[in-house]
């Protein structure tokens, strides 16, 4: 089966919900049994089968059996938002006592998790460059290691590790390897045969598709991982709201073709981007002059909207100047909706294993489904009213 024809069909059970092509929104909390000896079967594996609301519903299920069958897991783990599936992963693999590797541009809240919660139960972090050779990560490593975090590209700066070969030094330790995988999706990057083991989703980004909904999912390549993950969220309580991880489902059917889409407006948009004089950087992975574009290039099989430029340097003033005008670009955090965004940011303040230099303001961007044509003409305004203000 191609990729296409997976995302189509993967995890799709029509005659177990009276023919309907998607499977339908349960809301449940109370599950009923037939009989005492059925309750009885049913306590013997609470962690499979329908049995109560927060263990799982047929909607969970036919989403998570679904990204699994799309990213080649053994098992998918959803959660109520992207940072709870981050949580889960951490937690599924670390306790008191235990030491984390953790890439220098990780998603802010996966920093925040790591620094505070995760250190008041004893879990400590230590951050290091996501350029790191496999040669200084092999003297990172400590006797308690217990996992190596990588997000590449990072969504702010979007570095990009060599990941196979971090991976590779993380699995020779026996270290857990864990991705924010949110960029690269389910389908623009093979975590598994790049040497992940949990692939962590904000499916609140380009899965759901529509910025309506918030779903996370861990994605294991092995049975021994996903049992830890799925113990470890329902033990923490967490389930994806009965509508959510409806979209989710629904929106995994069109990912392959809306993120061409997303590739092609936003690599268009950092190419002229690129050629305007108010622009100092461009931050997009897929661009040669990327420094990690050769990576990109042999990791990835595509690009999503999300990129960044570094203006040439401005007041605030300036900075709203362009914001406040521009017609078709939101802005708001978040991104992998239809809609296009921007979004100032300053990873300076994230960030201690590296140094973030930039002499100008950083404006993340994501290209949304819109014409082309038009992404370029507000953004020529808004770069012109910067320069004016
Ligand atoms: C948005 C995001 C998350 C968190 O997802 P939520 O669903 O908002 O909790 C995690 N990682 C990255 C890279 C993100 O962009």
Known sequence: MKQATRLVHAGRKPADHYGMVNTPVYHASTVLFDSLADFDASQADPFSGVHYGRLGTPTQFAFESAV????????????????????????????????LLVADNVYGPTRKFCDGLLARLGVETEYVDPLISADELDRRFRDNTRALFLEAPGSLTFEISDVPALAAVARERDVSVIADNTWGTPIYFDAFAHGIDLSVHAATKYIVGHSDAMLGVVNCREAAHYRAVRHTSIALGYCAGPDDVYLGARGLRTLGQRLPVHEANGLALANWLAEQPGVTRVLHPARADHPQHHLWRRD???????FAVELA???????????????????GASWGGYESLVLPVDPAGSRSATRWQADGPLLRIHAGLEDIADLIDDMAAGLARYSAA
């Open 68 to 99: 699994a069958e799309v990213e080649g897991a053994h098992g998918a783990v959803s959660t109520c938002s992207g940072l709870a599936a981050i949580a889960t992963a951490l937690l599924a693999v670390a306790g008191a006592g235990d030491h």
């Open 300 to 306: 990835f099989t595509g690009a999503c909207g999300l």
């Open 313 to 331: 340097p401005g007041e605030r003033r300036q900075l709203a100047a362009l914001i406040d005008g521009l017609a078709f670009y939101g802005l």
